[in-house]
């Protein structure tokens, strides 16, 4: 008898019929005598056809509304599984954002958690109900909805097993684990069992789109075990994600590689090498709630310097714009980009104690004529920036350098 | 400079092009000065997808659940809206039924507002902004999302003007004011300049379908200024809804005919003739909160009773079930009922001081050959039940027989 959560998204919960093999798959647990709490998203296309709906109103959206509007997907879904579970006998309670409360900051369009209150949760639980929680939203303290960016599901399924202290955090998806890279790419990716914690969440920041980052980040910050499976077949153990290290003598150098098309580069060129200036290129960026991801900054000509990173390209002409106005102000020479670019990256906990895993990546695009624009590293990944056409190629010689379609 | 609550359809909210028309209303408003408040629908269609969906789920839909889910609809509208008001530089922002908050009682699906808070809306307008809230829902004392019913966005917008002691309350429609009847059954139908309240009750609970009874009440009981508007066209002052008898010595006897498909006659016979015999019929019936109408009882044979009375045609199985269990109880000799009948009204303030106009509905009916088959009278109006297939054939020759089409 445990205490499990499960985490649903659009495609598991995108017809009628799916949600009601949903219900089918809780009742599954509720007959091993586990308590369950359910995590869903809108069904698959609705929050792309809501956001259609906004973009005939304006041309961006205002934020607070964006949340009201989107906020009404997840909320179908929560209803419709409460009625299929009810309809197969099992009593149900469906949740929004603002009843469980889950309470978010004020950044609306990507707001991030600040508490959630578990009594109602407990309550029901201990009466025999399955309780069904919309994902993706909240309510903050001025008691405006909020929505946590996509793919923010699987941060509030994460988030309410941290608050419940569930035993496992189930992330059900339309894949049946996590694989060496994207077998959609390289059709010789191999699933994964287990992944430590570490290099899920590079592979999930780099992009490999199982999980979302912060749901992963929340897991390790509240040890939550975490576990993706896939909701359209049945069996398998899907992979779990460890925190601890393998004790695996012969740990492998590199577990995957991730890639990630949502890119775009920023260049600010020559800048007068004076400190601060790093501050106030990132600053109006960072204000903006923008995410940078790679940074490199260059020695220029004559005691200037040349800044570059890279932010999603949904954000690229506003970073443009917003940097056409820092420009003035800091005396820079030029600001350009490039939203054709994308990122690839080796991921492997056991890159810590094998040297030249870089060498060999560096070596094999080389090969194949792939220039390197930017590279990025951490204890146990290497990230490169290339020309988005590559994306394929470089995915899959890198699988085969590392080895990866070898168990 | 007044403070006015306008209120939209589903028909008026239809489409994104729709939704701007009404954006360039509420500014029309605005630009004369005026506070607004908008009201609005759930988009035209979208509640019955969404109660499509729901019986996908279940035969008979939990009704809790079905609240959470039909919210949605005017939640997405208030945000368009909200949208389009901001797109053309107009301050706006929208309010889902428990962020007002207006609480009502647990009904679902037909719940009654017990509180509106106005402060938020009264601190929005003091700063210059359009306060957009969803119509038809609310919240209970336990958090749980509640509506108000269909056409309960008309009462929604009149107890928002009462809460707020609004000038007008205008609830535009996809007609342009209150007619002598119907205008599709009888093309002399002419439209009233005003009506009082006390006809305007009787036409709505008759089935006008203009405004919604309750909303009706509301403003009889706070007099709210209620006013009907088309928003399809412009121009056009609409139906003034008042409140104190028309000085006019020429007082039409008859001021519109009613009419009303949604009925259906059940019939209790041969019932013991006891004290407390009404109450054991229609208590079971009141306690499953179906609304009974019309009500005649008879005399029967041998001490015995025949007791007859209509509710909403989507009731009828339901009722029928219900009684077929009370009827052991009171030892009735049968039940049972008929569901292709309709009730047709002549409603008039004049009626007080005219003599014979019941009279001249039955001769006309009768002259036709159009059997009653139930009668009930008020104050103001006189409704009979007849067989469906009649409607507009009655409605028709009582139009002309009350001299209606005459200005």
């Not at 889950?102 to 949760?121: F, G, P, Q, V």
């Not at 941060?155 to 955090?169: G, M």
């Not at 992944?195 to 490999?208: Q, R």
Request: aromatic share 4%; with cysteine; hydrophobic share 40%.
């Amino acid at each position: 008898m445990a205490l499990i959560v499960q985490k649903y998204g659009g495609t598991s919960v995108g017809s009628p019929e799916r949600i009601k093999n949903v219900a089918r798959r809780v009742a599954k647990a509720r007959a091993q005598g586990h308590d369950v709490v359910v995590v869903v998203s809108a069904m698959s296309g609705e929050t792309n056809r809501l956001v259609a709906l906004a973009h005939e109103m304006q041309e961006f959206p205002d934020p607070r509304e964006l949340d009201v509007i989107l906020a009404t997907g997840e909320q179908v879904t929560i209803g419709l599984l409460s009625m299929a579970l009810k309809d197969i006998g099992l009593p149900a309670k469906s949740y929004t954002g603002w009843q469980v409360a889950l309470t978010t900051d004020s950044a609306h369009t990507k707001a991030r958690i600040d508490h959630i209150n578990d009594a109602k949760m407990r309550d029901d639980l201990a009466q025999g109900r399955v309780v069904v929680v919309a994902g993706f939203q909240g309510v903050d303290r001025q008691g405006d909805i909020t929505t946590l960016g996509r793919g923010g599901s699987d941060t509030s399924a994460v988030a309410l097993a941290a608050a419940l202290q569930a035993d496992e955090c189930q992330i059900y998806t339309d894949v049946d684990g996590v694989y060496t890279t994207d077998p959609r790419v390289v059709p010789e990716a191999r699933r994964l069992d287990t992944i430590t914690f570490e290099e899920m969440l590079e592979l999930a920041s780099l992009g490999s789109k199982v999980l979302q980052i912060r749901s992963v980040e929340f897991a390790g910050k509240y040890k939550v075990r975490l576990r993706v499976l896939s909701s359209l077949t049945d069996g398998g153990d899907g992979t779990l994600i460890t925190f601890e290290e393998d004790n695996n003598m012969e740990q492998a150098a590199v577990s995957g590689i991730a890639f990630d098309k949502n890119q775009a580069r920023i260049n600010v060129r020559g800048v007068p090498d004076k400190p601060g200036i790093a501050y106030q290129i990132l600053g109006a960026v960072a204000n903006a709630n923008i995410e940078v991801d790679m940074i490199i900054q260059n020695v220029g000509a004559e005691g200037t310097t040349d800044f570059s990173f890279t932010v999603p390209r949904g954000d690229y002409q506003h970073t443009l714009k917003l940097l056409q106005e820092v420009q003035k102000n800091i005396g820079a020479a030029s600001v350009d980009g490039d939203d054709t670019v994308c990122k690839v990256s080796i991921v492997g906990l056991g890159m810590r104690s094998h040297v030249g895993v870089a060498s060999t990546m560096f070596r094999t695009l080389a090969e194949e004529g792939i220039n390197i624009q930017m590279i990025s590293t951490s204890e146990i990944k290497v990230s490169v920036l290339i020309d988005e056409k590559y994306l394929e190629l470089a995915t899959r010689i890198l699988h085969k350098a590392f080895e990866l379609d070898k168990a």
